[in-house]
């Protein structure tokens, strides 16, 4: 299987203060890669190198046909290019609450790819078909619950079309029982053939969907595989240390 996502000793400071050190990973296309580890590891930072929101220090990264190494200078259109490779799901949903759940999605597509209005709504229908909120079009942020708030920023980072989709943390600001219906989105995008990389907390989910499992402590990939034998069956010692804490907290 083709490698879409490649990732070659990414390093990044904030200050003095060194969160990645030496970031290597694949990511096949069609393949789900989760991203565990504790508070403070490097997760988000490694996530948002991905897409340049946080630009690596140094190291490569190739999407697709485009590879930037970010230890020299990189122009801004090469940047600019290299975003739209990608579509981000935030945490806290982050929509546009003065705009209604239409004109958040296909804000993007118009506004940034320059794409036809009409394409854009009718793309932006369809998507929210997909994730079960096809009468909440005219509505605005707020009148959504949490859960339908993520799964319109999935819909959002969807509309941009991109070859990559990162997910940070989707379910870790939403209530438990809404907790099922963003993974069930996320597991169909699976099915369908999307390639994804999953900060989560959710090691059921892991275990479930992911066709590979990466663990970062201390800004570094410390143990990576199958979620079957990372999961169940860790090599390394901190590994195993941190899954004991998650699945036996008392």
Known sequence: MTDLLTV????????????????????????????????????????????????????????????????????RATLTRFRLQSGMVFQNHN?????????NIIEGPVVVQKRPREEAVADARRLLDQVGLAEKADQYPFQLSGGQQQRVGIARALALKPKLMLFDEP????????????????????????????????????????????????????????PQRVLTEPAEARTRQFLDRILNPI
């Open 8 to 75: 070659r000793d990414v390093e990044k400071s904030f200050g003095e203060l060194q969160v990645l050190r030496g970031i290597s990973f694949d990511v096949p296309a069609g393949s789900v890669t989760a991203v565990i580890g504790p508070s403070g590891s490097g997760k988000t930072t490694m996530l948002r190198t991905l897409n340049a929101l946080d630009r690596a220090d140094t190291g490569v990264i190739t999407i697709g046909d485009l590879t930037v190494d970010f230890s020299g200078e990189v122009d």
């Open 95 to 103: 929509l546009f609450p003065h705009m209604t759940v239409l004109q």
């Open 171 to 226: 379910t870790s600001a939403l209530d438990p029982e809404l907790v099922g219906d963003v993974l069930r989105v996320i597991k169909d995008l699976a099915s369908d053939g999307w390639t994804m990389v999953v900060v989560t907390h959710e090691i059921r989910f892991a275990q479930h969907v992911a066709d590979q499992v990466l663990f970062l402590d201390g800004g570094v990939v410390v143990e990576s595989g199958p």
